[in-house]
Each structure stands twice: as C-alpha cells, then as structure tokens.
C-alpha cells in the first residue's frame, strides 16, 4: 500500500470518526458538548467536526496530487479514492439535514446524481472504457466541501454581514450535481442505450 493508498484510508478512518460524532448519543453516557451564547447558539461539537470534515476533505486533493506526482496511481488507490469521497461527503449531507441543518433537497439530489453517474461508469467500464471525471463534477465537489466546512462553522464570518454564503454554495452545488449529470449521460448516451459495440 504506498502512501496516498494510506492517506485515503486515513479519509475513510476520519468519516468513520466523525460520523460518530454527529450522531452518537453522547447525553446518554453523560458527555455534553459545551454550547457557546453566539449566532444563536454554537455547539462546540460542530466546530470540532468541522476541523476534522477540513482535515479529511485537504486528504482528498493530497493523496490524487502525491499519486500522480510520484507515478503512484493504481486501480486500487482509485477505488479506494472514490468510496471515501463518497462516504465523507454524502454521509455527512444526510446527517446534516437529519439534524436540520441543511435542505433535505441537498443530499437527496446529490446521492441520486452520484448513483447515475456511478452507473454509466461501471457500464462504461464494463465496456472497457473509462469515463473521466468532467469540470462541472469537480466544481460540484469542491463547491460542495466549501459550503458544508461553513455549515458546521455556522457560516462564520459571512453570517455577521447576513450573506448566508453556506447555503448558496450548497444549493450552487446541487444545481452542478444535476448539471454534470446531464453532461456525463449526454457523452455517454450511445453506451447507455447500447449502440457502442462491446
């Protein structure tokens, strides 16, 4: 396992880590989280899960930058790479509208978009052909990974000047979510409707 196979799986242990966090329920074993008098209310274990979602998400862009640095990427690095993505990402979206935090609408498109896409990937790659991610999806993820670090930071700083900044680039990112799925089944419509030879 070379070392950004290790960093992914460090993104996978760090999900695992924080999904526990949001949704363990610590007041039954007697631990409360200190909540601070501030925008409403700021609980602390937000802003320790939002430190560890930053940490696992800079784990996303270094381990792809080491691979292709160092000549290191591999079928296996890849899978693994794209589980954690999805994991990290999507499990903390539904925990996040679970606890009100964001629109439901957010993660039902997002999950929904990733399920087609992963699709026509695995049909293209049973076809021997291999889909490259597109710039629509990258800005999604990255718009994606922005407005949620601000969701658990309560959007701060832009909530003292009343932009709720979180929030539009979450609702940016659902409209890339559906944006890059329509251009990944528009450049792979033959495949999807068989009229490519196998």
Known sequence: MNLPTKITVVRLLLTVVLIILLCFPFYNVGVQFPTYNMLGGVSLQYI??????VVASLTDFLDGYLARKNNQVTNTGKMLDAIADKALVNSVLIILAGQNMISEIIPVIVVLRDIVVNAIKMEAAGRGRV???????????????????????????????????????LYIATILSIVS?????????????????K
């Open 48 to 53: 320790i899960a939002g430190v560890i979602f």
């Open 131 to 169: 889909v490259a991610a597109i710039g629509s999806g990258k800005l999604k993820t990255a718009t994606l990974m922005i407005g949620t670090t601000l969701v658990f930071f309560y959007n701060v700083p832009f909530e003292f000047i009343n932009i709720s900044l979180a929030e539009i680039l």
């Open 181 to 197: 799925a329509i251009q990944y089944f528009n450049m792979n419509k033959a495949l999807i409707f068989g009229k490519e030879e």
